[in-house]
């Protein structure tokens, strides 16, 4: 028993000292790809050793932090990678190449073995979260900077598809990787989930669905439906969307009606009766705006991927004019062959 033990000890730090030498001869060999890379040693003098932490999640925990110039900071310490260091590298990798507005700004990373850590701009009205579900109070916010932002998020995945060199697929838009400024300008986070592909690339392989529950389009489950491509954004997108209009998640284990299990076809028939999906108190311009959101969001979110739009026209959509727009088909919610 004691040799098994010490031979699967052995097996594993073997595996995991592979691991290190894999990541850590991808970024020497792509160094001048990336920002700057931080020992940890530093990573603990920019956090005062981790004095004030600002959230944690699967990922790992976040923490604030000062640079030696003043600027305040986001520091991401991962937790130890199941995949590999394929997060890791993915986030660096795909982020460390990105200069947009409405794409958080990776400032320097460090990688030390176990030890991972992720640096970023500080985000001083944290994430879309806490916004959008938000009743009442500070963090409540009036529907016109709410379509302000959908449109900054949709630059930005809009610039993620078509503004690179590669095609950068996201695979996890929602609310919670959505952060805001102190002027409340969103930035796309999180890019852990993310794949990069040629331009040319219209479809893409994937072995497995990848993204959150209730944002992740239909295509990754059920083969039948469409290929995996761009779309997948849109869809998770548009769910977003939905969300910001209504105010609403779009899963709730507490809804007053079996109606409403299924948000988007709630949203539909409410938006069809010409009753409000959460218009109270609200002028005629916000209800433009809202109605124009529902349309948008529910063109994102059609079953098969070739009736969504590229964000580029949900970009022309979202800015244009509302009496150019029109309904689309009534959302499904699993294609017609299953049953």
């Given at each position: ?8 000890i052995?097996?594993?730090?073997r ?8 990541v ?43 640079l ?8 991401k ?7 590999h ?8 990798a ?9 794409i958080?700004?990776l400032?320097?990373?460090?990688f ?7 640096v970023?701009d ?6 879309l ?8 109070g ?5 529907y ?5 932002i ?5 630059r930005?995945?809009e610039?993620l598809?078509?503004g ?5 697929l ?11 400024d ?10 852990g ?21 209730g ?6 489950f059920?083969?039948?439906?469409g290929?995996v491509?761009?779309?997948?954004d849109?869809?998770s ?21 079996s ?6 076809l709630?949203v ?9 999906v ?40 979202l ?15 699993y294609p017609?062959?299953?049953?």
């Amino acid at each position: 028993m004691p040799f098994v033990a010490i031979f699967l000890i052995y097996k594993y730090r073997r595996r995991h000292l592979a691991m290190d030498k894999n990541v850590e001869e991808f970024l020497q060999a792509h160094s001048h790809f990336f920002p700057i890379r931080y020992s940890y040693l530093n990573i603990k003098k920019i956090t005062r050793n981790f004095k004030h932490k600002l959230g944690e999640g699967g990922y790992g925990s976040v923490y604030k932090g000062t640079l030696k110039s003043g600027n305040e900071v986001a520091i991401k310490i991962l937790k130890q990678s199941k995949a590999h260091g394929q997060d890791f590298i993915s986030e660096v990798a795909t982020i460390g190449r990105i200069h947009h507005i409405n794409i958080v700004q990776l400032i320097g990373f460090c990688f030390e073995g176990s030890k991972q850590a992720l640096v970023y701009d500080l985000m001083t009205n944290g994430s879309l979260d806490k916004h959008i579900f938000a009743k009442e109070g500070d963090k409540f916010l009036d529907y016109m900077k709410i379509y302000e932002i959908a449109l900054g998020i949709a630059r930005g995945i809009e610039y993620l598809h078509r503004g690179c060199d590669m095609q950068i697929l996201h695979f996890d838009i929602k609310p919670h990787n959505i952060l805001l400024d102190k002027n409340f300008i969103p930035k796309v986070s999180d890019f852990g989930l993310a794949k990069l592909y040629p331009t040319d690339h219209s479809i893409v392989s994937l072995t497995a669905a990848r993204g959150t529950l209730g944002y992740i389009a239909p295509e990754l489950f059920y083969k039948s439906i469409g290929d995996v491509s761009y779309k997948v954004d849109v869809y998770s997108f548009g769910m977003l969307l939905m969300e910001m209009a209504s105010r609403r998640n779009n899963i709730n284990a507490n809804v007053e009606r079996s109606s409403q299990i299924y948000f988007p076809l709630w949203v539909y028939d409410q938006f069809g009766e010409g009753t409000s999906v959460e218009m109270e108190e609200v002028v005629e311009e916000e209800r433009k705006v809202i109605k124009k959101m529902i349309i948008v969001a529910l063109w994102c979110i059609q079953l098969n991927p070739d009736h969504r739009p590229p964000m580029n026209k949900v970009l022309e959509m979202l800015e244009g004019d509302i009496g150019k727009l029109h309904m689309p088909p009534k959302p499904l919610i699993y294609p017609p062959d299953v049953s």
